[in-house]
């Protein structure tokens, strides 16, 4: 079993001596500098000119600066841009101003372990990865509560770098809910590979197949869309509250039985086969080339695609369906249906 930590294994003393940067103030950003801030440290927000989340940072009375003056400020930089951007963000307006004794932190391992950011000697990298979307974060952090956590060292310059991703880890309520420590290759492969063959692309994907297969049978697609994608949340909640072993005990026997005789005709040898080829373009770096190369020309690809799969049947057929169901909203402010940014 791993270790896990606890808040009386972190020191959040080492953090409050610190002047902390945290770049970007989104779903990440505004729940790490809000629970920073509140756990007594110096905090300061770095930001692009002209930027959008400004405003939302500044009625929370952070201090907002320009993305080079925090990191000029600040002795720990956390970088909560997306992923895609943290390179140039880095090479532009956080390297020039690294010193020795400096550390740079990290939410997610990509830019480093595919080497797109290197930091300069003498600097700590880090990484202190809660395992939960920022509001969720933040939620738990003011009921006093915590999400667990991935911590990792890429980088010990000081000798203190554990300690240190400990104590933020603290000062975002990690600590309270249990702390494991990673490496920033497992963190990063693991995480691509978890998303790209099970969360999202897996499960997207088998929804929709699944919808195929009915619709194409002649099924009416509302009937398709509520006994292959609606009910998903609710076999989701059982795996996530007790695990295969729960969902299991709460269905019905005939779909325990449905489970044990199709499940292995659905996901064989060969979907196995094809997850280990994913994970091999995840592991020598194949897809974070793909993706990076594409977002360096403008995201073509990535756009096609999205407005494509934006067209499969099952979205029309769920619009519609959702409406009847009265507690069923999306509250998201940044997302609108169709239009998914
Ligand atoms: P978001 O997409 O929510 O970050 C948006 C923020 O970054 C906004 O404040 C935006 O400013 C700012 N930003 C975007 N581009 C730039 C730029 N070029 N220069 C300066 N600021 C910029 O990111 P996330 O919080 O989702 O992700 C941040 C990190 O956390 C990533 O490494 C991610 O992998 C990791 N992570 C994310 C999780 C999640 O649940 N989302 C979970 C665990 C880790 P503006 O408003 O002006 O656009
Ligand atoms: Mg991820
Ligand atoms: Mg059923």
Sequence with gaps: MAKKYYDEDADLSLLQDRKVAVIGYGSQGHAHSLSLRDSGVDVRIGLAEGSKSKAKAEAEGLKVLTVAEAAKEADLIMILVPDQHQAK??????????????????????????????????????????????????????????????????????????????????????????????????????????????????ASHLVQAGFEVLTEAGYQPEVAYFEVLHELKLIVDLMVEGGIAKQRWSVSDTAEYGDYISGPRVIDARVKENMQAVLKDVQDGTFAKRFMDDQAAGGTEFKAIRAEQEKHPIEATGRELRKMFSWLQDTDDDYTEGTAA
Aim: hydrophobic share 40%; glycine share 14%.
């Design 89 to 202: 963000v880095f090479k532009e307006s956080i390297e020039p101003h690294l010193e020795e004794g400096d550390a740079l932190f990290f939410a997610h391992g990509f830019n480093i372990r595919y080497g797109y950011i290197t930091a300069p000697e003498g600097v700590d990298v880090a990484m202190v990865a809660p395992k939960g979307p920022g509001h969720v974060v933040r939620r738990e952090f003011e009921a006093g509560r915590g999400v667990p956590a991935l911590i990792a060292v890429e980088k010990d310059a000081s000798g203190k770098a554990k300690d240190l991703a400990l104590a933020y880890a603290k000062g975002v309520g990690g600590t309270r809910a249990g702390v494991i420590e990673t490496t920033f290759t497992e963190e990063t492969e693991t995480d691509l590979f978890g998303e790209q063959a099970v969360l999202c692309g897996g």
